[in-house]
């Protein structure tokens, strides 16, 4: 089956920092890739995706590129800010039945 | 813009009592999915839907929950009865959903935060 595999958090940066959050999957055949972030208290927000091999997802500073010989997705932003502070969720859609799958979510904390 | 809306926000039932949950998707979005996310952990799927069909329900607990799409429109998830282990959120999200979909990306409503005691 389909499956997400995310690096541990939490997470804790010091503003300004570089981000990186490794995200591998499993899938048949060729999957969408998204990544989801979470506010305190509310539901997901997609960040980015990207659709096919060598597509780089971009959004509000945040950018991640499918690798598909690698089977990655990670997530980097170059310069991060106590806003980004939330939880982060790599998630794939298999094409064809459609099925959402989620990793486990690494939380990030941005501290001043 | 189009959004996925659900209601109630918040619950807070006692346990061996019903509750019941209610999404209203994108319009047009075929696919529909309930989603649990127990506080601190990733959303965990319960139910899919095409249209109006379950295509997976293999991770929802089939002695206490139910769910339904009647119209293919919008969808209601039960609980009954309610344990103290069901208190999380619970998350409905809508996508196209159509087989020559490419861009199949899933929009989350806010939530339903259940509180069992």
């Known amino acids: 089956g389909n499956s997400v595999t995310q690096m541990e958090g939490p997470v804790t940066l010091s503003e300004e920092a570089f981000l990186t959050i490794n995200c591998t999957y499993t899938?048949?055949?060729?999957?969408?890739l998204f990544w989801y972030v979470q506010y305190p208290g509310e539901g997901l927000q997609l960040l980015l995706k990207?659709?096919?091999?060598?597509d780089k997802g971009s959004n509000k500073g945040f950018e991640a590129t499918y690798r598909k010989e690698t089977t990655s997705f990670h997530l980097e932003k170059g310069s991060v800010q106590v806003s980004d502070s939330a939880v982060y969720f790599c998630?794939?859609?298999?094409?064809?039945?459609?099925?959402?799958?989620f990793g486990t979510g690494t939380r990030l904390t941005i501290i001043p | 813009e189009a959004e996925v809306a659900q209601s109630p926000r918040y619950k807070i039932t006692e346990k061996s009592q019903a509750v019941a949950f209610w999404c209203d998707p994108i319009?047009?979005?075929?696919?529909l999915y309930w989603y649990r996310q127990i506080l601190g952990q990733g959303p965990e799927l319960l139910v899919q839907?095409?249209?109006?069909?379950?295509?997976?329900d293999s991770q929802l607990p089939k002695d206490r929950f139910s769910a339904e799409r009647l119209k293919g429109v919008d969808s209601t998830l039960k609980i009954q009865p309610a344990e103290l282990g069901d208190s999380a959120m619970y998350l409905c999200?809508?996508?196209?959903?159509?087989?020559?979909?490419?861009?199949?990306?899933?929009?989350f409503g806010q939530g339903t935060r259940l509180t069992v005691v």
């Open positions: 999200a809508s996508s196209l959903g159509r087989r020559e979909a490419v861009n199949t990306e899933a929009f």
């Open positions: 998630a794939l859609i298999a094409f064809g039945n459609e099925k959402l799958t």
């Open positions: 990207a659709t096919k091999a060598d």
């Open positions: 839907f095409q249209d109006e069909s379950v295509v997976d």
């Open positions: 319009s047009g979005h075929a696919t």
């Open positions: 899938a048949t055949g060729y999957p969408s």
